[in-house]
C-alpha cells in the first residue's frame, strides 16, 4: 500500500450561513447562587407567501 499527496494544492472552500430568530422574551425568576438551564426548540415552518 502506498499513498501519494499533491502538497502544491493549496485550494480551500468555505461555506456559510446566517440565520436570525426573533422571539418575546420570557421573565424567568432565578433564585439567588443557583444556576439555569435555558433549552430552546425550533420548530420547521413552511413560509406562506
Do not use: C, G, R, W
Amino acid at each position: 500500500m502506498s499513498t501519494e499527496y499533491d502538497f502544491s494544492n493549496t485550494s480551500s472552500h468555505e461555506n456559510s450561513e446566517l440565520y436570525t430568530y426573533i422571539v418575546s422574551p420570557q421573565n424567568i425568576q432565578v433564585p439567588a447562587h443557583s444556576s439555569v438551564e435555558v433549552i430552546v426548540k425550533l420548530n420547521t415552518v413552511k413560509n406562506v407567501l
